[in-house]
């Protein structure tokens, strides 16, 4: 067991409630990621309390806090530019260093991000990678009106689901895992369906494409609308066979968008913290940290949902 680091001037010490298990802490858990500095505990996705405070830190002991887990250098253009998402230096907790799947831990203070006192935990583990979500749907107009594909049911999906709901779209799911398509049909009324059940004319004004999957990624282009838009959301390093004449002459927009910036995560606590927004499907269990084991075979299955870790 490693011992707690003291906490410096500009830090703070969590101690950590909830974490969520996401697809990039299955890939590091495989061996997947390339750039991954092993050995390497896990872990970004957390909900917890500051239990120490340094002399320089805003928050007290005692304040509800969400760990914003990419740390970016401020001095870069793209983090001039407000672009910290993009920064040239950024460093992913549970990648490039360790992460934050531990009862305790100690980060720099301006990444721990204050949450109401009223929001439950169980919906406030879900800010970082809603905050992902947030971030994406701002690349394409979605409101009233607006008809809507998501592509792929995992935790991004789902939450693509909910907050274009949320806006006010007509939504139509597509995975390829009739379990997951259960999951979608209880946020609200939609249209679900396989791949293979996408006609030639079936079309969209905006795909959020978050399966991340090659042939996914190739079927979602056909799916927009002539002057609509795709999300490209879902990651992979395969290469995709896209017709560039299909893309101009219809004048098909193709946005792609990597996690988030302070904004983002401000504008996902506020949506998390209205009680009428529904993400309850979206966490599929939550199991004691000590049975990580279990729960990362579950999360691998492609089964479930959201899996979260109870580090009380």
């Not at 917890?48 to 740390?71: M, R, Y």
């Not at 950024?90 to 100690?106: C, M």
């Not at 009324?189 to 079936?202: A, F, H, I, R, S």
């Not at 795709?230 to 101009?248: D, R, Y």
């Amino acid at each position: 067991m490693q011992p707690v680091p003291e906490v410096k001037e500009n830090e703070v010490k969590i101690r950590v409630r909830y974490g969520g298990i996401c697809g990039s802490d299955l890939r590091v858990y495989k061996g997947q990621i390339i750039y991954a500095q092993y050995p390497l505990r896990p872990g970004h996705e957390v909900v917890g309390t500051v239990i120490e405070a340094g002399v320089n830190a805003t928050q007290k002991v005692g304040t509800k806090v969400a760990v914003f887990p990419n740390t970016y250098c401020g001095e870069c253009e793209f983090c001039i530019g407000g672009k910290t998402n993009i920064c040239k230096y950024k460093k992913p907790l549970g990648v490039s260093t360790d992460g934050v799947f531990a009862q305790e831990v100690v980060i720099d203070a301006k990444y721990a991000v204050p949450i109401p006192d009223g929001m439950p935990d169980k919906r406030a583990v879900l800010v970082e990678p809603f905050a992902v979500t947030v971030h994406a749907l701002k690349k394409a107009e979605i409101g009233k009106g607006i008809s809507v594909a998501v592509v792929g049911c995992g935790t991004e999906g789902l939450l693509a689901v909910a907050l274009s709901l949320n806006m006010g779209a007509e939504v139509t799911v597509i995975d390829v895992n009739p379990v997951k398509l259960d999951i979608a049909r209880s946020f609200g009324p939609m249209q679900t369906m396989q791949p293979q059940e996408v006609g030639k004319d079936t079309m969209f004004d905006v795909v959020i494409e978050a399966a991340g999957v090659k042939t996914a990624i190739e079927q979602a282009v056909q799916m927009v609308k002539p002057g609509g838009s795709m999300i490209a959301l879902g990651i992979t390093s395969e290469a995709v066979n896209w017709v560039p004449i299909h893309v101009v002459r219809n004048e098909i927009s193709i946005f792609g968008t990597i996690i988030y910036t302070q904004q983002d995560f401000e504008d996902a606590i506020r949506y998390l913290n209205d009680p009428t927004f529904n993400v309850d499907p979206v966490i599929s269990k939550i199991v004691p940290f000590t049975d990580f084991q279990s729960a990362f075979d579950d999360a691998l299955s492609g089964n479930y949902a959201k899996i979260v870790l109870d580090f009380k």
